[in-house]
């Protein structure tokens, strides 16, 4: 009977001279191979090989770490970045707004004394 890779318990193996945790099936995937054709010492070769490529694949808790610090760093610089994009806007902004705000004055004033003007000179 064909055992399912579902069923695999997971194992941890050593690799090199650390420990490594990797869950792998190596007990029944051995098995599953030897089943299939493959003798036990070719199942236990291509065994150790997955494990050697799933431990070089996998990432540690300090690789996390390490990202983890780069983004928070990343992070913080586009926060002041942002932030300095802001004031810079909110001050452009306010000097648009007291040109505007200087321009309608203006503008009125001048349509004021020219009302004023015409009044007085028709009356």
């Given at each position: ?117 015409w009044?007085l000179?028709?009356g």
């Open positions: 009977m064909r055992a399912s890779i579902n069923t695999y318990e997971p194992v941890y193996r050593p690799i090199g001279i650390c420990f490594t945790r990797a869950i792998h099936y190596t007990h029944r995937f051995i098995k599953h191979l030897t089943e299939t054709g493959f003798t036990e010492q070719q199942a236990e070769a291509l065994a150790d090989e997955q494990v050697r490529f799933i431990n070089a694949n996998l990432a540690s808790k300090e690789d996390i770490a390490r990202i983890e610090a780069a983004l928070k760093t990343d992070i913080t610089r586009v926060e002041a970045n942002l932030k300095v994009d802001i004031a810079q806007a909110r001050h452009e902004v306010t000097k648009w707004m007291v040109g505007v705000v200087l321009g309608v004055a203006a503008v009125q004033t001048t349509l004021i004394v020219g009302l004023l003007s009044l000179q028709s």
